[in-house]
């Protein structure tokens, strides 16, 4: 068997049908753009999807072959099939990386790992972004500077309504004073969780090195780890027969 990281790159894919200017920007589609940076990687196996694909671009055949699904999305969440939600939830649960993108903070699947309404605000002017890393020795950060700088992006600031993340890995200023937890790692089930800011769609940001090179990074990290002996999911089992011998008084 492969030892290629299973990647999907999961787009809504509706701007760029709609907006020629969006289209200009990214004629392959976001994802086409994230799967290009991605396959420059010789240890990545790279798929697309999209929310009009049939299925949705992802059937259980793609689904259940998928080490690490990668999620942009903005005007449709809500065309997002709960059931599908409920496949993503319980793939992450048994150990699937999950990367969430920009807009994806509003997706179903995110607010569905999280629990919290994953609100943010933002600010749509074209400013400046600056990457600050936040956690030198993770795998995310590895071959990045201090910091990078984004030339333009839309501003996401605090107060963002998520869960205390279990690993921060950016926090990005804005020249208008705002701050953000640009990079946020969690840890659901088996599965591990990466959300990432940067990404608006009316700029070039998913063709910018830095850029890629986190999601690169972001996509080994987030692959499944597998433990021997501890790869069948099952609920609540019944530890019928203990490791040592128990003696239990008045038995
Ligand atoms: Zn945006």
């Known amino acids: 068997m492969s030892n290629l990281i299973r990647v999907t790159v999961w787009n809504e894919g509706r701007h760029e049908k709609k907006d020629a200017h969006i289209a200009a920007v990214y004629p392959q589609g976001i994802h086409g753009a994230i799967a290009e940076g991605l396959r420059q990687h010789a240890d990545f196996d790279v798929r697309t999807a999209t929310l009009d694909d049939p299925a ?3 059937p259980d055949e793609v689904l259940n072959t998928t080490d690490v699904l990668i999620w942009w999305g903005h005007m449709a969440h809500r065309d997002v099939p709960d059931d599908l939600v409920d496949r993503v939830q319980a793939r992450v649960l048994e150990g699937m990386g999950l990367i969430v993108l920009h807009s994806g903070h509003f997706s179903k699947i995110f607010k ?5 309404n994953c609100s943010l605000i933002w600010r749509e002017i074209g400013e400046k972004e600056r990457v600050w890393v936040t956690a030198p020795g993770h795998p995310i950060v590895e071959g990045l500077g201090p910091y990078f700088e984004i030339p333009h992006t839309e501003m996401y600031g605090e107060f963002f ?5 279990d690993e921060l890995i950016f926090i990005s200023w804005y020249p208008g004073g705002e701050v953000f937890r640009s990079g946020c790692a969690f840890y659901r089930g088996r599965g591990k969780v990466f959300y990432f ?6 700029f070039p940001i998913y063709y910018q090195p830095e850029v890629r090179l986190v999601l690169a990074n972001a996509v080994r990290w987030a692959a499944p780890v ?5 790869r069948e999911l099952r609920l609540a089992p019944n530890a019928k027969t203990p490791l040592e011998p128990v003696t239990v008084s008045g038995s």
Do not use: A, C, W
């Open 56 to 58: 949705n671009g992802l």
């Open 112 to 116: 569905r790992l999280m629990g919290t």
């Open 161 to 165: 309504d998520i869960p205390q993340p």
């Open 197 to 202: 800011s940067p990404g608006h769609e009316t």
């Open 226 to 230: 597998k433990v021997v002996g501890f």
